[in-house]
């Protein structure tokens, strides 16, 4: 999942504001407390990922068969994977141990579609996109975070498919359409939208 949060630019308003002039809402002020969390808790990740000891005793890895990208499980996350990049550019996977635990089927879906995020070029693409954290450059790779999503979806179901790991594909779509109506993260599609994709994209002959 390519979890980035933050506010939306909105033309000027009548006050006088000047162009760059961003409105805050109480729900977009969330978003970017959101962020700024997010940010924080990216931040420590890097810093512990950054001394191989630490590494090995603070982050402990996990076995992802679905692309070659080193993944870690974590505890105290609050997404349940990240798709990201280290502070020397390398791809990982972050993945929360707790679902690991106790929703294994579920696990190989998100897996397999944090892998495609990477495969696809989508955190290098958002990465050069964006070019610096921050509102303005949120604002042009909000957009596409809905067809990024749809796209590791589908990709994750091919290769689940391959695998003949169907319990990980319906897991998927079970856990999408928990959402229904309502998005599954910030400009993310709405649950019963991934649901179809996911269904449209399993009926795909190989």
């Not at 999408?176 to 994709?197: C, H, Q």
Request: proline share 7%.
């Amino acid at each position: 999942m390519l979890h980035l949060k933050g506010p939306v630019r909105r033309p000027p308003s009548s006050r006088g504001a000047g162009p760059d002039e961003i409105t805050y809402t109480p729900l977009r002020l969330r978003a970017l407390l959101e962020a700024v969390l997010l940010a924080a808790a990216t931040t420590w990740f890097f810093v512990e990922l950054s001394s191989p000891a630490k590494a090995g005793r603070f982050l402990p890895e996990v076995a992802n068969p679905y692309c070659d990208v080193r993944t870690y499980k974590l505890r105290g996350v609050a997404e349940q994977a990240s798709s990201m990049t280290d502070r020397r550019g390398r791809p990982v996977i972050v993945v929360n141990a707790w679902t690991l635990r106790d929703k294994p089927n579920y696990s190989r879906f998100l897996l397999a579609h944090e892998c495609c995020h990477h495969t696809l070029g989508h955190v290098t693409n958002a990465k050069k996109g964006m070019g610096h954290v921050g509102p303005q450059a949120f604002y042009y790779v909000a957009p596409e975070l809905r067809r990024l999503e749809l796209e590791a979806d589908c990709c994750a179901v091919r290769l689940l498919r391959e695998r003949r790991e169907q319990a990980g594909i319906d897991a998927g779509a079970e856990a999408m359409s928990e959402f229904g109506d309502k998005p599954t993260g910030a400009y993310y599609p709405t649950g019963a939208e991934r649901v179809e994709n996911i269904r449209k994209c399993a009926a795909i002959s190989p």
